[in-house]
């Protein structure tokens, strides 16, 4: 592993500044939300696993959910010189990862991550400028400081770069 890769792990998040480099593995369902501000190279991740903390009794941990998640990725960054105005953000996971009737929504998570995460971004006005998101399969990323891009990893069916 490189020395300046920093792992987020499952519901969990963290922020770096460049030459650092946040991966995340094993997403599935899940939805990981990368943030950048181009300008001082700042950047930060969260694996996210729901869409909304107030819809679970048991939310203390506000880097499971995409609605808190997002807002303490901001402040964390903002806190260490970043400017939200600024950020771009980079989305990857919400995959279907069973076979389950699709009009039950309880059993479609990474759609609702997905859209939770689209949703959250909007109302703080970040645009989406890259996303690997659906299907059925499984991703790692790596969200890399010094230029923003996202690489995200597959198991057969390769990797891309956003």
């Known amino acids: 592993m490189i020395s300046n890769m920093i792992v987020v792990g499952m519901a969990d998040l963290n922020s770096t500044k460049c030459p650092g480099i946040l991966t995340t593995l094993g997403l599935g369902s899940c939805v990981g939300i990368g943030l950048y501000d181009p300008i001082t190279k700042?950047?930060?991740?969260?694996?996210?696993?729901?869409?909304?903390?107030?819809?679970?009794?048991?939310?203390?941990?506000?880097a499971k959910f995409a609605d808190t998640a997002t807002q303490k990725l901001i402040n964390d960054m903002c806190m260490m010189g970043a400017r939200k105005e600024r950020f771009i953000a980079k989305i990857a996971g919400g995959a279907q990862m069973?076979?389950?009737?699709?009009?039950?929504?309880?059993?479609?998570?990474?759609?609702?991550?997905?859209?939770?995460?689209?949703?959250?971004?909007?109302?703080?006005g970040i645009p989406i400028v890259a996303k690997h998101t659906g299907a059925n399969y499984g991703r790692t990323i790596e969200l890399y400081s010094e230029d923003g891009r996202l690489v995200v990893k597959t198991i057969g069916h390769g990797t891309f770069i956003l």
């Open 42 to 62: 700042i950047t930060g991740l969260a694996h996210i696993m729901l869409p909304d903390s107030t819809q679970i009794k048991n939310n203390s941990n506000t």
């Open 98 to 124: 069973f076979a389950f009737n699709a009009t039950n929504d309880s059993l479609r998570i990474g759609d609702r991550n997905v859209e939770a995460t689209i949703r959250i971004l909007g109302m703080y």
